[in-house]
């Protein structure tokens, strides 16, 4: 190792020298305190051998400024006395000396002194070094917490706190030199009688690590907390997970609405089929009832405004299922939005005031469900402000970048606001609001927001409430910008020719009476019908009567055959068969690609359920159009 001997005898200095480098150690010999206080400047010694009466400084005063340094106490020192007194040598350790030696030098003492020094010194470097060792792990861990994007801060077995970092600082927006020494219950008394005060107490008294999800104050402001046990105290670890739990809440509500769809599809489908027999045979009922007789049509008109009530109800079940897909196509919102936001004021006490900008972009939309949206968010906010006033509307364009977490992919949207005066929505409501049936009108069915926010996400966008207070409430929902022109209403189709001219055509549904009904009605258009419940008998009979020459002229597909194969699937046959087939899909419940988009698989109508003898004639004859056409 390296030694620092200080003496000022020559003779003394040099013999020491000698003494210690027999033993393998590298020597450094000075003549004074102050040589020694410069060879320090630049030279790490563990071990010092320091004459007590030297020129200048003395050797004790030397031991005594060493010891009183930072790192003071990581050397080893033999002061060297020619003083034997018993309390010459207790100031001597009193100063700092690890052990003494006196003169005149006993080569074997000095031997022995030598060896109990080096023992010691080893064990003295392994503490230094395990010091050393632990300032670093402690450096590089305040490193890591000062430099984490979570908070963090400790307080002692008094709840005084003993460290905060950076994060901590921005989140309680206090300095840590304000709040250092000082109780955490004092600080923040908001944290009194609170998830954190219970958990925190929990921890101290225990001893034992948690982890928990608490807001603060006001509700709004969620964290995630790892505290733990610490020197008789807790550290913990924090961050703001507010915009995590909204997404999660969202997450939630689509869940919900989703396994609501699953049950709302297949109920629709079922009274669906009800209501096209019931539709269909008033239409029946119309055709042959007396023409004299007015009130028997009087009855019939009003029982099929009922049956095309209830097909909207159904529509509205729908739109929670895959079968509720929106028939989109290029609007103008700028047009959309206040024709549907004064509809909804009608015969109210309130005004709407309406902010779009000129430049608004189109939409690729089913016009009918966004207003559907437009008039449930309208109603909510009417019933919120009974005693009248204004409902801001406004549209604006707006672009949304990539973010992690986001619940809408990145591009170009329609950001529609409407904003009330009402009363807000209670707090610990705010949640619900989207959840099918919940309600806290004693009339209300619960569905209105429900239905509006399936609606939107089956368009690409989103529905949300961003923002509530005793102020109003506001709602906003999200519609991808469309790139394509606007496409108009389809004009409504003339009325169709009294039958076509016994033209043959191919029925296939699963409900007995739907088929039947189909099957009348067709009839009473001139149609010749063939009926079969499935896409095997509907391809096999369709190949029979090709290959005697009695084609079909069309033919009706059911999407949705219970234990077959439905229509999408029949039609890839058919095509097979006969490229030329005319088709039309017939659904009350089907994916978006089938009835949206039904030319994409071969088909040349849709046929929504339930349908009156009208709308038949008329998908038929569009369908007949479409084949001449191409």
């Not at 003395?58 to 400024?65: A, F, K, N, W």
């Not at 689509?254 to 239409?283: F, P, R, Y």
């Not at 004859?621 to 084949?627: E, L, M, S, V």
């Amino acid at each position: 190792m390296k030694v620092l001997l200080v003496e000022d005898h020559p003779i003394s200095r040099r013999s020491l020298q000698r003494l210690i480098e027999r033993r393998g150690h590298e020597v450094l010999a000075v003549a004074s305190a102050e040589e020694a206080e410069q060879a320090l400047t630049t030279q790490t010694f563990p071990f010092l051998i320091l004459d007590w009466m030297l020129p200048g400084k003395s050797g004790i005063d030397l031991c005594r400024e060493l010891r009183a340094q930072s790192r003071g106490d990581e050397m080893f020192i033999l002061l060297v006395t020619a003083r034997s007194d018993t309390e010459d040598l207790e100031e001597a350790l009193a100063a700092g000396a690890n052990d003494y030696l006196t003169k005149p030098f006993d080569p074997g003492l000095l031997d022995v002194r030598l060896s109990v020094a080096e023992r010691r010194i080893h064990a003295l470097i392994e503490r230094n070094q395990a010091r050393a060792e632990s300032k670093e792990a402690a450096r590089r861990v305040t490193e890591i917490i000062e430099n984490t994007t979570d908070a963090f801060f400790a307080v002692d077995h008094d709840w005084k706190f003993t460290y905060l970092n950076a994060q901590a600082e921005k989140f309680f927006g206090r300095r840590r030199d304000e709040l250092v020494g000082k109780e955490l219950w004092k600080e923040f008394p908001d944290l009194a009688d609170s998830s954190f005060e219970e958990n925190y107490r929990r921890v101290m008294i225990d001893q034992v690590p948690a982890e928990f999800e608490a807001s603060d104050a006001t509700g709004k402001t969620w964290f995630e907390m790892h505290v733990y046990p610490s020197g008789g105290g807790l550290s913990a670890f924090f961050r703001e997970i507010t915009e995590r739990k909204r997404i999660e809440e969202a997450r939630l509500t689509t869940s919900k609405l989703e396994s609501l769809g699953t049950l709302a599809g297949g109920i629709a489908h079922d009274l669906n089929n009800i209501l096209t027999v019931i539709s269909g045979n008033i239409g029946l009922a119309q055709i042959d009832a007396p023409s004299d007789a007015v009130n028997l049509h009087s009855f019939l008109s009003r029982a099929g405004q009922a049956a095309q009530h209830a097909a909207h109800l159904s529509g509205q079940l729908l739109t929670f299922s895959k079968g509720g897909a929106p028939l989109k196509r290029v609007v103008s919102i700028r047009d959309l939005l206040p024709q549907a936001a004064e509809f909804s004021l009608y015969g109210s006490n309130l005004r709407a005031e309406i902010k779009i900008p000129p430049d608004l972009w189109k939409a690729n939309v089913d016009p009918g469900q966004i207003k559907q949206v437009v008039n449930a968010l309208m109603i909510n906010a009417r019933e919120a402000m009974p005693d009248g006033g204004t409902i801001w509307v406004s549209a604006s364009n707006v672009e949304l970048e990539d973010m992690l977490g986001a619940l809408l992919p990145p591009g170009h949207y329609l950001k529609i606001t409407i904003a009330d005066a009402g009363a807000g929505i209670e707090e610990e409501l705010v949640t619900k609001i989207f959840d099918p049936y919940f309600t806290t009108k004693p009339n209300g069915s619960g569905l209105g927001l429900a239905i509006s926010y399936s609606i939107v996400k089956k368009h690409g966008g989103l529905l949300h409430l961003e923002d509530s207070s005793p102020a109003g409430s506001t709602f906003t929902f999200y519609l991808p910008a469309a790139n394509g022109k606007l496409v108009g209403p389809e004009p409504p189709s003339p009325e169709p020719p009294p039958d076509f001219d016994r033209q043959r055509i191919l029925v296939m549904d699963d409900d007995d009476a739907v088929r039947e009904l189909t099957s009348e009605l067709l009839g009473t258009l001139g149609f010749q019908v063939t009926a079969v419940p499935d896409g095997v008998a509907a391809l096999k009979t369709y190949e029979c009567a090709l290959s005697r020459g009695e084609n079909f002229q069309a033919v009706i597909l059911d999407a949705t055959i219970r234990g077959g194969m439905g229509g999408v699937a029949t039609i890839e046959h058919l095509r097979k068969v006969d490229p030329n087939v005319t088709a039309i899909i017939c659904s009350g419940y089907s994916s978006e690609s089938a009835l949206s988009e039904f030319m994409t698989y071969g088909f040349r109508g849709a046929l929504p359920k339930p349908f009156t003898r009208h709308e038949l004639a008329s998908v038929l004859q569009r369908a007949f159009d479409a084949g001449k056409a191409s």
